[in-house]
């Protein structure tokens, strides 16, 4: 299962606004007003172009809304609310399931698991009711995905399949069959062919029975030795402390992610984060990502000061080698120790760390000397869950991540960069 980023073709954040009461699209509506035709009208590449990218997984939950639609109608038929119900209304007893494939605007959908009855006298509906009203469950799943699959917008894509109101059992077994991709994937082997690893967070907020609450989503990025961007897996935590990290890379190392073939890791400079990797990966090298220590630095200096000493400082890492680099430091040293040293001293207790990444090829070391490539991959994130604002509960945020996480390992699966698959 995977979900659109309709924010993929807004143009800029300006078509968003935040006002008082929330945010609003234009300033036209408030967001809780808003249908799915507001949202799509600040898009600006063809709904066919994002949507084309989702056919396999919107498939997915085409199937599954089908067979459980299915099983709703050979319990009624049968006379029962769920199986293996003992019943004095019983009419019949179910008798397996036969295959079938169904051709759709999406493509065939293969071996769809359909219910018989022992009598034989059960024949569903669903097929005729889907290809009758194909659009209006194609718009609805649309929904269904912005909405991070709602209870409520799953119901509303079942009923014009199952000809009623689909009962709470049913609704529950479709929300239940998408967990199953999201359990599925935190729980698959990982192959120990990443080459270096970056990891970092992303804040966002969930409903709670106590109110609205902040918690972290702990991602694993990497670039593999094929020259592939690769988001690995995200676990979400009450807060980024050392314990989180840590049970979070535990679980990549026991899923494979041995580290065998892993040359370097980024990160910022989260304290917690930087123990976890001591004690998961205690051999592999780390590097501190520049952007973060700039930013450090920035809070430790005057502002008038602030653009000239960070030019000095932004000097350390565009040096040629790490010799050269080391004496820029010394330089900038001298120059700002007595006017900002704690400035400075944020800098030289971490300079080992930040110059690692001149251990590695020339044209890795853009990449690997900070954490903007998973900052990026955030930039996507972001944009989708804006418009969310905040989640009905852990399960819908898990099913929104997981998808754009599947969903931009899917677009750099064919797409390397081009830096690491030349000849060094």
């Not at 830096?419 to 060094?424: G, V």
Request: charge should be positive.
């Amino acid at each position: 299962m995977n979900c659109v980023n309709f924010m993929k073709g807004v143009s800029s954040l300006s078509e968003i606004k935040f006002l008082k009461g929330g945010y609003t699209m234009n300033g036209s509506k408030p967001l809780t007003k808003l249908k799915l035709s507001d949202l799509w009208k600040v898009v600006k590449v063809s709904e066919e172009e994002i949507w084309g990218d989702l056919q396999q997984e919107t498939k997915l939950m085409v199937k599954k809304l089908l067979e459980s639609s299915m099983e709703e109608e050979i319990m009624e038929y049968i006379g029962i609310s769920r199986k293996y119900e003992r019943s004095e209304k019983r009419q019949s007893q179910r008798n397996g399931y036969y295959e079938r494939d169904l051709e759709t605007e999406l493509g065939k959908i293969e071996k769809l698991s359909v219910p018989r009855s022992r009598d034989g006298g059960f024949k569903t509906r669903v097929f005729e009711r889907y290809e009758r009203k194909r659009p209006l469950v194609k718009e609805a799943i649309k929904e269904m995905f912005l909405a991070g699959v709602s209870t409520r917008r799953v119901k509303d894509v079942l009923e014009p399949l199952i000809g009623s109101t689909p009962s709470a059992q049913t609704v529950s077994n479709v929300v239940s069959g998408l967990d199953g991709y999201v359990r599925s994937y935190h729980s698959r082997k990982i192959e120990d062919r990443h080459k270096y690893l970056f990891f970092d967070g992303i804040v966002v907020r969930v409903k709670r029975a106590v109110g609205k609450n902040k918690v972290v989503i702990l991602c694993a990025f990497s670039i593999r030795e094929d020259g592939v961007k690769e988001l690995i897996d995200f676990m979400m935590v009450e807060k980024e402390d050392e314990k989180g990290w840590t049970k979070f890379l535990n679980n990549l190392y026991e899923r494979g992610l041995e580290g065998k073939n892993l040359e370097l890791i980024t990160i910022d400079g989260n304290l917690g984060l930087r123990r976890a990797v001591d004690m998961v990966y205690p051999y592999t090298p780390v590097q501190r990502c520049w952007v973060h220590k700039l930013r450090n630095v920035a809070s430790k200096v005057p502002k008038k000061l602030q653009e000239e000493c960070l030019r000095g400082a932004k000097r350390i890492y565009s040096a040629e080698n790490k010799r050269e680099a080391v004496e820029r430091f010394w330089e900038w040293a001298d120059e700002w120790r007595n006017v900002v040293p704690k400035a400075v001293e944020c800098i030289e207790k971490d300079l080992e760390e930040l110059l690692q990444f001149y251990d590695f090829p020339k044209l890795h070391w853009k990449k690997i000397r900070t954490t903007n490539s998973i900052e990026r991959a955030f930039v996507e994130i972001r944009r989708r869950i804006r418009s969310i604002s905040c989640f009905e509960n852990r399960k819908s945020c898990e099913r929104i991540i997981y998808a754009l996480f599947q969903y931009n390992n899917k677009r750099w699966e064919e797409k390397p960069l081009h830096e690491f698959t030349q000849k060094t």
